[in-house]
């Protein structure tokens, strides 16, 4: 030991030996740890082996479902358990000039079903539908059981209210799988107002006839849709959910007045029922823009059941039906001849009771001995024969011309389909007494909207204007940009023609010269013209003795504001012109002025040179 040094307390004395006990019991402890340690690891080690092993599999059965079998078993997951719905758009709405709705979409919900909840009691449920939806029911027997699938249409664009009280009976009763979604109504709040022109929308959401057809691809936007898994008929919230936005489609506006296109639907059904007529149209027009305030029809229908009526009722006889306009083309022939040079109001014209052209003879519709009338007394009276022999002046080039930019046997374009071009045959192909009768209004052929915007070319000063139905611009489901913001304007006469013939025109309305003094409208100077024409029978291709009667006529005439063209078909009572469409004209037009407030004529219509 070295020096200072000091054994610890209880530990070993230096240079003794130790007790055997205590290094014994250190070597005998060591082996038992070393036996301890071995096998642990092993465990552990085979352990994580065999997770390996369960992860190797795992990441084996990845890589098949998601590299090797992908679209085999998303197809599989489709057919099971996935789900796709559409979200129909909002289709855009019809108004008139006022933006009052001729048709809307409101809100309507669509019947739908599971057919894995359904199968069971598929018969019940469907007697269910079948009675409160009127829909057939052996279909909806067929779509409740149809197998392999979740998701089957019942009805579309049922109102809300029936919806919801068809699905709570089938509740009610205990019956599982019928559901509800949205899905817009098409509705016309108007019932019949305009249908002729705004058309109308089927069961299954399809366009027919009129602007809701012309304009189908602008008003019907794009529907979207919604996938989503489902598992035991409902729907997994964590499953994979997809959904695609549906894109509203635009709104369209009419140039229509609702208010004045329904009192004119009244005024035109009045005046065929009372003369016994099969048909008739009416047009209201602005004279300075073109823009059709109203457009009816009579027989018409309900655009909300159009399946209640006949199919030649659900399109706008105005822009479809051709007909010989009669004596209102004698406007356009006057007018023509005064352009030309060739007249004027005061020309002196005799009149035989007679007219032998050729192999024919041409009549006055009125008998009456030799007249001796002006170019007035001739518009006044009516006179074909004094009409022919005015328009002996000109060469059939000449005529033909003049027609054609008045518009005859083209069509206007306004955006309405099935819009008839007319009849004006080639002047190459006229004979003379082709040129004869053209000139007095048969032989060629119009519809009720192209006679008006050719008669509305003498009110607007010698102008024609392209007549619109639709308000601003619009692109038709054909790709043609049509409405007001389009219109186009050529000259056809000069304004001094024009007004002469609208003087000559007040002749007609004046009650001691003229043959519809009833079309006269107190406090406003009329100008107006009757029209009879014989008309082409279906089966004979001959005239079949029945007519064509119409009134086409402005005013005020010496500041026209509205031209208002009637015509009837077929009447019965042996009315003409003058006693069917004068009436209803007058009516029309007292009602348009009134509603646009214009003032009374300031002004007296001077009294016309009707003899000589």
């Keep these: 030991m070295t020096q200072g040094s000091r054994p610890r307390p209880g530990g070993p004395r230096p240079g003794r030996p ?20 071995g096998p642990s690891l092993v465990r552990l080690r085979i352990g994580f082996l065999l997770i390996a092993m369960v992860v190797s599999v795992f990441a084996a059965r990845l890589f098949q479902l998601q590299g090797v079998d992908a679209q ?43 057919p894995q909840l359904t199968v069971k009691n598929a018969s019940a449920i469907a007697t269910i539908l079948a009675r409160r939806l009127d829909v057939d029911y052996f279909d909806m027997l067929s779509r409740l059981r149809k197998p392999d699938t979740q998701f089957q249409y019942v009805a579309r664009r049922v109102p809300s209210t029936l919806a919801t009280s068809v699905v709570g009976e089938i509740d009610r009763r205990g019956y599982k799988g019928i559901d509800t979604r949205r899905d817009p109504v098409r509705t016309y709040p108007a019932d019949d107002v305009a249908a002729n022109l705004v058309g109308f929308t089927n069961d299954q959401g399809d366009a027919g006839e009129g602007a809701e057809l012309m304009f189908d691809t602008m008003l019907s936007g794009k529907d979207g849709s919604a996938s989503y898994e489902t598992g035991g008929g409902n729907r997994i919230p964590l499953g994979d959910n997809s959904t695609v936005p549906p894109r509203s489609g635009h709104d369209l506006q009419l140039t229509i007045d609702r208010d004045v296109q329904w009192y004119t639907q009244r ?48 399109g706008s006889r105005a822009l479809r039906d051709v007909y010989e306009p009669g004596s209102v083309e004698k406007v356009l022939t006057a007018s023509s001849l005064i352009d030309a040079g060739k007249v ?24 009456h001995p030799k007249l001796h009338l002006t170019l007035t007394g001739v518009i006044a009276k009516s006179s074909n024969i004094g009409t022919v022999l005015a328009a002996s002046q000109f060469k059939h080039k000449e005529l033909y011309d003049y027609l054609r930019k008045f518009g ?21 192909d006229w004979s003379q007494i082709n040129q004869d009768t053209i000139a007095f209004g048969q032989g060629l052929a119009v519809n009720a909207v192209q006679m008006a915007a050719a008669v509305n070319t003498v009110a607007n000063g010698g102008v024609y ?27 056809v006469i000069s304004a001094r023609a024009a007004r002469l013939t609208a003087r000559m025109m007040e002749s007609v309305t004046n009650p001691e010269t003229g043959t519809a003094a009833s079309a ?45 063209y009637v015509v009837v078909q077929d009447p019965k009572n042996g009315g003409g012109g003058g006693s069917v469409g004068g009436p209803a004209f007058k009516k029309i037009m007292s009602y348009a002025l009134q509603k646009y407030a214009v003032p009374p004529t300031g002004s007296v219509a001077p009294t016309p040179r009707i003899e000589w």
């Design 18 to 37: 130790q007790p055997r006990g205590t290094n014994q019991q250190r070597r005998t402890s060591r082996p038992r740890l070393r036996s301890l340690r």
């Design 72 to 114: 085999a078993y998303v197809a599989k997951a489709r057919s099971e358990g996935a789900v796709t719905v559409t979200l129909p758009a909002t289709r855009g709405t019809i108004t008139d000039r006022n933006g009052v709705a001729l048709a809307e979409s409101v809100d309507g919900l669509m019947i739908i079903a599971d």
């Design 267 to 314: 005024v035109v059904r009045s005046a065929v029922q009372g003369s016994g007529g099969s048909s008739g149209s009416a047009v209201v027009m602005d004279t300075h823009t073109g823009q059709l305030l109203a457009l009816a029809d009579y027989p018409t229908f309900d655009a909300n059941q159009p399946s209640l009526s006949s199919k030649g009722n659900l």
């Design 344 to 367: 004027t109001p005061n020309t002196k014209i005799t009149v035989p009771s007679m007219l032998p052209r050729g192999d024919r003879v041409i009549h006055d519709y009125f008998v």
């Design 408 to 428: 005859l046997g083209a069509r206007t374009g306004i955006g309405v389909q099935g819009e008839t071009a007319g009849v004006l045959n080639s002047w190459k």
């Design 465 to 491: 204007v392209k007549p619109s139905l639709v308000k601003g611009r619009a692109t038709t489901s054909g790709g043609d940009v049509v409405g007001s913001d389009t219109t186009t304007t050529h000259r």
């Design 520 to 564: 006269g409208i107190e406090g406003y100077r009329v100008a107006g013209k009757t029209g009879t024409a014989q008309r082409v029978g279906e089966h004979c291709g001959c005239y079949d003795g029945t007519f064509t009667v119409s009134f086409a006529g402005f005013a005020p005439a010496d500041k026209p504001r509205f031209m208002v």
